[in-house]
C-alpha cells in the first residue's frame, strides 16, 4: 500500500491547526501557576532533574515546516515544564505516522536509548507488549495508577488493559464521521439527514450531489481499514474475531465492502490519496469526507464553506456499530528514575488541567472531567453513547505487517481493482502465515 503511510501523515497534520489557541497566552499562564514553584528542584526520587522524551506523532517530522500555531500536545509538554518539578519533557516527532513513530522507538530501544513515552495506537497494543516491552502503569506508580484511572470513563479502559494491566495512558479517543458541505448540500437541494440517513439512501441521493460540482462526492480521511472496520461491523460482520482471527471473508463483510466499490463504479467515490481527498474536500470540489473527528479543529478553521458533520449511514435495518480509534501515552523507559519522570508527566496529562489543554484538538472527551463540546462533535458523541468497540487489535509480534496487508486490499477492492469476494479472501490468505501460533 505505497499511499499508507502518506494517508497517514496527512491524518496526523490535519490535526495540527487547532482553535487558535495562543501558545504565548497559554504559557503566560501556566507560567503564573508555576510561580510558586522553585527553580532548580527536582523530584525526590531522582538525585538531579531528570528529562524525558515524549515521542509522538502531532509535532513537525524532519525536513517539514513547522505549523504556525502550536499543537496541544506542545502546549501540554509547556505547561507541564513551566511547574518545575525537576521532570522536564521533551517532545519529538520522527514522523507524522503511527506505526513509524513505534520503528523508531523500537530502534531506539535495540540501541538502549529508549524513549520514555510514545503515543502507541489502540491497534498496536499486542506488538507494544510483545514487539517493544510496554511498561505498565501499574509497575510505574504502584498503587498511584488507580487514582489517575478513576478520572476515565469505564469504557475506555478496556482499551488500554491486557493481562489485567494498564499498559498505557488513553489520550487520544476518537471515531470516523462524515463531514460535508453544507453550500454544495443547500445547491442540491438534498437533506443530509436523507442521505446520510442508510447506504441505499447515499447511493440514490449522490447523484444529485455529484451534479452540482461534476466530481465524485466521497473521499477516504484515514487508513483505509480503520473505515472499513466501522463499515463492516454495520453490516453484522467483523475484521477479527475474539481469538484475533480474520474473518473479513464473511458474507457481511464482502457485502459491506462491496457497499463502497459499487460507489466507486458509481462514479460517486474519489479514487486518491488522503492528502488528494483532503485538498479537494477544502478546496469545495469534493462534497463529503469520511475521517476523525479529530480533524474537526483544523477543517473549521481551513474550509470557506459551511461545514457539517454527520455519523455514518448504517445499512437498512441494523444498528450502526462504529470502531474507536486513536492512541494512548505507553511507558518504555527502561531506567526506574525515568519510569517515575513519566509517570510525573502522565499524571499531569491525565488531570483536568492537562485535559483542557488536549480537547482542543477536536478527539472526544475519554474522562469523567466536564468540558463543553465543541460545535460539529455531536455526531462523534452520538456514536459514542450507540458504543464504539475497540479498534482492531492486530495479533502478535508481526501485528504492523497483518495491518498493512489488510489495508492493501481494502483500497484494492475499493478501486475494484479486485473484486470483494477474491480479495477478501486473498488478504486472509496473506495474513494467516503471520499470525502467532495459537
Same mark, same amino acid.
Not at 360 to 389: C, H, S, V, W
Not at 393 to 406: F, T, Y
Given at each position: ?14 490535526? $495540527? ?35 524525558? =522524551? ?8 524532519? /525536513? ?25 519533557? $521533551? ?64 469504557? =475506555? ?96 463483510? =464482502? ?61 437498512? /435495518? ?7 480509534? /486513536? ?6 523507559? $527502561?531506567?526506574?528514575d525515568e519510569q517515575q519522570a513519566a509517570w510525573e508527566f502522565i499524571k499531569f496529562v491525565g488531570s483536568?488541567?492537562?485535559?483542557? =489543554? ?37 495479533? /502478535? ?42
Open positions: 500500500m505505497a499511499d499508507r503511510d502518506q494517508q497517514a501523515v496527512q491524518r496526523q497534520q490535519h490535526e $495540527r491547526q487547532e482553535h487558535g489557541f495562543n501558545r504565548r497566552t497559554f504559557l503566560r499562564g501556566a507560567s503564573a501557576a508555576a510561580g510558586a514553584s522553585a527553580l532548580g528542584s527536582w523530584p525526590a526520587f531522582a538525585a538531579k532533574p531528570v528529562e524525558i =522524551v515524549f515521542m509522538h506523532v502531532w509535532g513537525t517530522p524532519p /525536513g517539514q515546516q513547522a505549523a504556525a500555531t502550536a499543537h496541544p500536545v506542545q502546549l501540554l509538554i509547556d505547561a507541564f515544564n513551566a511547574k518545575n518539578t525537576g521532570v522536564t519533557v $521533551r517532545g519529538e516527532t520522527p514522523s507524522g505516522d503511527y506505526f513509524a513513530t513505534l520503528q523508531k522507538a523500537q530502534a531506539q530501544l535495540a540501541a538502549g536509548r529508549p524513549p520514555a513515552l510514545v503515543t502507541t495506537p489502540w491497534s498496536q497494543i499486542n506488538f507494544a507488549i510483545q514487539g517493544l516491552g510496554v511498561v505498565s502503569l501499574e509497575k510505574i506508580s504502584g498503587n498511584q495508577a488507580q487514582q489517575v484511572l478513576a478520572n476515565y470513563q469505564d469504557s =475506555v479502559l478496556p482499551l488500554v488493559t491486557a493481562n489485567k494491566e494498564t499498559v498505557g495512558l488513553p489520550l487520544a479517543f476518537s471515531c470516523p464521521v462524515m463531514y460535508y458541505n453544507k453550500d454544495i448540500f443547500k445547491k442540491a437541494g438534498v437533506d443530509p439527514a436523507e442521505l446520510f440517513k442508510d447506504w441505499d439512501s447515499f447511493k440514490r441521493l449522490g447523484p444529485k450531489i455529484k451534479a452540482v460540482t461534476g466530481n465524485p462526492i466521497l473521499g477516504l480521511g484515514n487508513n483505509a481499514d480503520w473505515e472499513a472496520q466501522s463499515i463492516i461491523q454495520c453490516n453484522g460482520g467483523r475484521v477479527l474475531d475474539d481469538n484475533s482471527r480474520p474473518v473479513w471473508d464473511s458474507k457481511e463483510a =464482502v457485502a459491506a465492502m462491496q457497499t463502497i466499490a459499487d460507489l466507486n463504479k458509481g462514479g460517486l467515490y474519489l479514487q486518491s490519496t488522503v492528502p488528494e481527498a483532503n485538498a479537494a474536500f477544502i478546496a469545495g470540489s469534493l462534497a463529503i469526507w469520511m475521517a476523525s473527528i479529530a480533524s474537526l479543529g483544523s477543517l473549521s478553521k481551513q474550509v470557506k464553506f459551511e461545514l457539517g458533520t454527520s455519523p455514518f449511514p448504517v445499512f437498512a /435495518g441494523k444498528p450502526r456499530k462504529m470502531s474507536s480509534g /486513536g492512541s494512548f501515552v505507553g511507558c518504555y523507559a $527502561r531506567n526506574k483536568k488541567e492537562g485535559m483542557g =489543554v488536549w480537547l482542543k484538538t477536536g478527539y472526544l472527551n475519554a474522562t469523567k472531567f466536564d468540558f463543553p463540546m465543541l460545535p460539529g462533535q455531536d455526531a462523534a458523541y452520538i456514536q459514542l453513547r450507540e458504543g464504539l468497540t475497540r479498534e482492531s487489535a492486530w495479533p /502478535g509480534s508481526r501485528a504492523a505487517e497483518i495491518q498493512k496487508v489488510w489495508g492493501t486490499y481494502v483500497e484494492r477492492i475499493w478501486a475494484n481493482d479486485i473484486s470483494a469476494e477474491e480479495g477478501t479472501r486473498q488478504a486472509k490468505q496473506q495474513v494467516m502465515p503471520l499470525l502467532p501460533k495459537a
